[in-house]
């Protein structure tokens, strides 16, 4: 987006005789298109815990009641604001900023008030740092003993992480891109939409493929798992964490719960789904699509990456007359984890050797695709650093040669690249400033770095103290625990958008107390 530009105004929702969707979001009484986004959320809320109180109802009967009080109260105030808000025709591109950093705020509050109500933990900061977990996609959890929770609750925590998995989805598809802020834009799928008004037709009939896809890619998982053997309540909700790259589990276990094959490797691909990108995805099911689907170059690094990190992985961890088939899948399996960010495990990696584990570390930086669910820098920005390199390499050694920037056979233009790089910088300081932070407060080294990486880029387990049958976060002092607070929540939304929108939303805050104090001393000084 041109900076000189000022702020994109964006084109009317509709063209033509009018549509429901249109009378919809122009109903309300009061212009505020950040009121109505956030109504949604917190009525998205309300339906998860109706979903919850069913749940309840039909297995163990624990905490019916009170979600069925909970499932009332967030359906009524977030069909109310949602109803009383209305969306103007036209708003700026700042407004989307806003809207995304309040909405999020607000399914965190609603998670962190239904976990005082029902009571779960014995610390209101273990509901915060679990809704945080939960809405982010992070697989970083307080709750030592899953098994030990009801069920309506356990699909309560799964089902945030379903919530966020798709928020965020339709967040970096086809917001960022069509208000012209987006970096990952680079592929076929992405391109498509980019610059796209984001209350355009073309941009809500995306919107409306990606979470279909989304609703069966679940809908199969929970198909596989029930094969697999699992029973239905834990195939519901591992499919909702698996899709979502959540990694939220019903049992301490994770996947190695089960000692499934066919589990883990039902596992395995609903991860490598979560991390993929569903954009190219939504292409590729459609007449004549698949030719970008095989044609996405970033497409084709991923799964180099999870192939060949899994290959990798079993030569530094087994000896080469030992590796077996189990070695194999839980290598593919614990390398997909990382490239997804999904966070789920079938054991420990404590016991790797230093190589294994940083290359899973490395991995885990990285992150999914353009486009998906997951988590991380994101495996696009990567590839376009290294054809950044790649040119000042061959710049240096022929200064006048024109040499583009390219991801695959794409050019990628320079205001992109510049933003990948941009971000790239806000990454390394957020996650060193969180590193820092877990170390002052009590982490040891290795763990404070790994759980600085872990968290921003959304994953959840790290090394040190935090590898999976350690004791998991709860190892580390509350303080150290609040400090990666942030960079889950700036991992999950893009660090510029949160920057952005916290700011314009105190400057918004700021304006308005100003103007209700004036309002104030100018009727004191008319008495």
Not at 473 to 500: D, S, T
Request: hydrophobic share 50%.
């Amino acid at each position: 987006m041109d900076r000189n530009a000022g702020p994109t105004v964006h084109e009317p929702l509709v063209r033509g005789p009018e549509r429901w969707t249109a009378r919809v979001v122009r109903a309300g009484r009061w212009e505020s298109p950040v009121g109505f986004v956030v109504g949604l959320a917190i009525l998205s809320c309300g339906a998860l815990a109706t979903g919850s109180c069913v749940l309840g109802l039909v297995t163990d009967g624990r905490d019916v009641s009170q979600f069925a009080i909970l499932g009332v109260l967030w359906c009524l105030v977030g069909a109310g604001l949602a109803h009383q808000c209305r969306v103007p025709l036209r708003f700026r591109s700042t407004t989307a900023f806003v809207g995304v950093f309040a909405a999020w705020t607000a399914v965190i509050v609603v998670s962190i008030t239904t976990y005082e109500f029902l009571g779960t933990f014995a610390h209101w900061d273990d509901s915060v740092f679990e809704s945080v977990a939960g809405f982010t996609t992070t697989a970083t959890t307080v709750v030592e003993n899953p098994e030990a929770m009801s069920r309506s609750t356990l699909f309560w925590r799964a089902g945030t992480q379903w919530v966020g998995g798709l928020g965020a989805l339709l967040f970096v598809v086809a917001v960022l891109p069509s208000i012209g802020v987006g970096g990952l834009d680079v592929t076929d799928a992405g391109q498509r939409y980019s610059g796209t008004s984001l209350r355009s037709r073309r941009t809500l009939l995306q919107l409306r493929r990606l979470t279909l896809l989304y609703i069966s890619l679940t809908a199969a998982g929970i198909a596989l798992y029930l094969i697999g053997g699992m029973g239905p309540f834990d195939a519901i909700t591992y499919a909702a964490t698996t899709i979502s790259t959540g990694g939220f589990a019903n049992h301490a276990g994770s996947f190695g719960h089960f000692r499934s094959t066919t589990v883990e490797w039902a596992g395995f691909g609903g991860m490598v789904l979560g991390g993929a990108n569903l954009a190219l995805v939504v292409r590729a099911l459609r007449p004549g699509g698949r030719g970008p689907l095989w044609r996405s170059f970033e497409l084709r690094a991923y799964l180099l990456v999870i192939f060949g990190g899994g290959a990798a992985v079993t030569l530094l961890t087994e000896s080469p007359d030992e590796v077996t088939h189990e070695a194999i899948r839980r290598s593919l399996f614990h390398v997909a984890s990382a490239a997804s960010t999904t966070g789920h495990f079938v054991g420990g990696w404590g016991d790797w050797e230093v190589g294994g584990q940083m290359l899973l570390l490395a991995i885990i930086g990285v992150g999914a695709m353009s486009g998906s669910a997951g988590g991380g820098f994101r495996l696009v920005r990567a590839l376009t650093l290294v054809g950044y390199l790649r040119r000042e390499l061959v710049l240096q050694l022929h200064p006048r040669a024109v040499s583009p920037v390219r991801v695959g056979r794409r050019i990628v233009s320079d205001a992109l690249v510049s933003r990948m790089i941009g971000y790239q910088a806000q990454y390394l300081i957020v996650a060193a400033t969180g590193a820092i932070a877990v170390a002052a407060f009590g982490g040891e080294l290795v763990t404070a770095m790994s759980a600085a990486i872990s968290a921003i880029a959304n994953f959840g387990p790290a090394l040190g103290d935090l590898v999976p049958g350690s004791g998991g976060i709860l190892q580390l002092p509350r303080p150290a625990r609040a400090a990666l607070l942030p960079l889950m929540f700036l991992g999950r939304l893009e660090i510029a958008p949160v920057l952005v929108g916290a700011a314009l939303a105190a400057s918004e805050i700021t304006r308005r107390a100003a103007n209700l104090r004036e309002r104030v001393q100018d009727r004191m000084a008319a008495d």
